[in-house]
């Protein structure tokens, strides 16, 4: 800074000399004329220096203030109603407002090569969201009925129009896009392409797609999606995968997914897309293990009970009652299978808690079998439902069945024909047991049913933690024990009878009470206070102190 000095001309004060001024020449040659030096003030009078520094602080307060207002950058929008009272508040920052403004004519339009069933459903989606759709076709006149708001033009328009591009077009048909690289150039192409089988080809479609448009970035996703979910707005919420090499083009893709609702997940770069578009081609993955269970229960009993019923009336008594295969052998095998099924749905619990208490903590691993047996416990217990609804249905046609009917009419006229009279006589113990049976029945199919509902997620979604848990634990096990009952019951006069076991073999209900029996004795000896007291304890973190090197003894410090 200069060092002011005042100077006094005609016996007054000038003031201070400002070499600064920016204007100091102009100033200089109105006073030419002077005898005097340049002039020691400028006619530009200029503030002081303490004015001069003030003025500086103020102006970098006020760009630290608009700087802060730019990070910030949020502008509240709010709705007043005519009676003053607010109707909504939103928050939307400048450049989205800017754009939203902008109005439709400049947003960029998102193309879509192919008008089949998944282009048109796709685009029909977009449309719904706000976006502009644009759809690319070898013959644009002649391409059939497209979602209205569309657009449709040549390959090279639509190319040219959008920088994203949605391939709905099948690998057989990829070749077209060669002669349109130089329109592609730059371009973001998403393969929504699968096969009809895998290993269908030696590369992955979106692999091949980068190869025939290497100018390009290639993306695969939203192959999972079918043109059913999506003309059905069946999206809220659904997983879908997305990969690539490019951040900046997975990320533009899953800004559009998200759009629709759904929810995205990025597998990284283009060398997972075999892994993506093997995923549609997956046939019920989690139901594949209780299927396989239960079918492999119901052909074991299905074939047993041949063996024991029919084949060993036909060989033994002479008697031809093949008949009963269709529905009786069918009503025997349903609730066998049901009951095996419900009780391997609540035994790995009981096997994790075991191994848990054994190992005196929860943070090591459970086998792999174990692993891959807990996660299917939920489709375990639907195919025991399935089941249970097969045995009811079954139950209440055996009335009017031909078979019965016959025997009831041909005992009656038996005994009007030979003028005889059967005693009748009422027994307490029967009466008992069969009321007994099947009110046990009745209220482990409504349990059974409970259970199905709360698993369902629109119905477990509105339940908290300690509620689900209490019905899906506490009420499973309850099911268990009074299905099991209602076996017991069944056969509670049978299990001494010589002639319950034919050909020295027990009956179907002997042996799929085997299990249920079991996984009910563990269960009960976990709810013994002092197990139940240590099983909690390590769920909630604790772990039995592990022995070391020297005969001492590591605690753990919670």
């Known amino acids: 800074m200069f060092t002011p000095r005042t100077y006094v001309t005609d016996g007054r004060t000038i003031g201070p000399v400002e070499k600064h001024c920016r204007n100091y020449e102009e100033c200089s040659e109105q006073f030419q004329g002077s005898k005097r030096r340049k002039p020691p003030v400028c006619v530009h009078f200029k503030k002081s220096a303490e004015e001069e520094t003030k003025e500086r602080s103020n102006r970098r307060m006020r760009h630290q203030k608009s700087r802060q207002r730019e990070c910030f950058n949020m502008t509240v929008a709010s709705g007043v109603r005519e009676d003053g009272k607010f109707e909504s508040v939103s928050l939307h920052p400048l450049e989205g407002r800017a754009a939203a403004t902008a109005g439709p004519q400049e947003q960029q339009p998102l193309c879509i090569f192919g008008t089949g069933d998944l282009g048109r459903s796709l685009g029909l ?25 569309a657009q449709v033009m040549s390959h090279e328009a639509a190319a040219k129009a959008a920088r994203l591009i949605f391939i709905c077009v099948h690998r057989e048909h990829y070749a077209f896009m060669g002669a349109l690289a130089p329109y592609l150039e730059g371009k973001v192409l998403v393969d929504l392409s699968n096969n009809l089988k895998k290993d269908m080809y030696p590369e992955a ?184 609804f097969l045995h009811a249905i079954y139950t209440f046609i055996i009335p009017i069945r031909y078979s019965v009917r016959h025997k009831l009419i041909s005992r009656v006229v038996d005994e009007m024909k030979n003028n005889k009279t059967t005693p009748f006589d009422f027994n307490d113990t029967e009466a008992w047991g069969t009321d007994s049976f099947y009110a046990l029945g009745i209220l482990g199919f409504f349990l059974y049913v409970l259970l199905g509902l709360t698993s369902l997620p629109s119905v477990g ?40 076991y034919k050909w020295y073999t027990p009956p179907g209900y002997m042996l799929c009470l085997a299990v249920p029996s079991v996984v009910l004795v563990l269960k009960m000896l976990i709810l013994v206070p002092c197990v139940d007291r240590t099983l909690t304890r390590i769920r909630q973190g604790w772990e039995r102190a592990p022995s070391v090197e020297g005969g001492q003894s590591k605690a753990t410090n919670l």
Request: with cysteine.
């Open 205 to 388: 479609n979106a692999v091949y797609l980068q190869r025939v448009v290497p100018g390009a970035t290639v993306v695969k996703g939203l192959n999972t999606l079918s043109a059913w979910a999506l003309q059905n707005g069946l999206l809220t919420g659904k997983q879908v995968y997305v990969c690539g090499n490019n951040a900046e083009a997975k990320r533009a893709v899953a800004e559009v997914a998200t759009k629709m609702g759904l929810a995205v997940s990025d597998r990284g770069s283009l060398s997972a897309a075999r892994d993506l578009e093997d995923f549609p081609l997956r046939l019920f993955p989690e139901w594949r293990l209780p299927l396989q269970i239960a079918v492999g229960l119901a052909a074991f009993f299905y074939f047993y009970l041949l063996i024991r019923d029919v084949i060993y009336a036909y060989v033994e008594q002479g008697k031809d009652i093949s008949y009963r295969i269709m529905v009786s052998l069918a009503n025997k095998v349903f609730p066998i299978v049901s009951l095996v099924m419900l009780s391997l749905c609540y035994l790995p619990g009981v096997v994790a808690a075991f191994f848990q208490l054994y190992r005196g903590t929860k943070y090591k691993r459970f086998p792999n079998w174990l692993d891959r047996w807990m996660l299917c416990r939920k489709q375990m217990g639907l195919v025991a439902l399935g089941f249970a």
């Open 461 to 500: 979604g509105s339940l908290s933690w300690r509620e689900f848990s209490f019905i899906q634990s506490k009420m499973g096990h309850l099911t268990l024990f009074i299905c099991t009952a209602h076996g017991y019951i069944y056969g509670w006069n049978k299990f001494l009878r010589p002639s319950t």
């Open 125 to 149: 989606r977009l449309l719904e969201t706000g976006c502009r759709v644009v759809y690319g076709s070898r013959g644009p006149h002649s391409c059939g009925p497209l979602p209205q708001g």
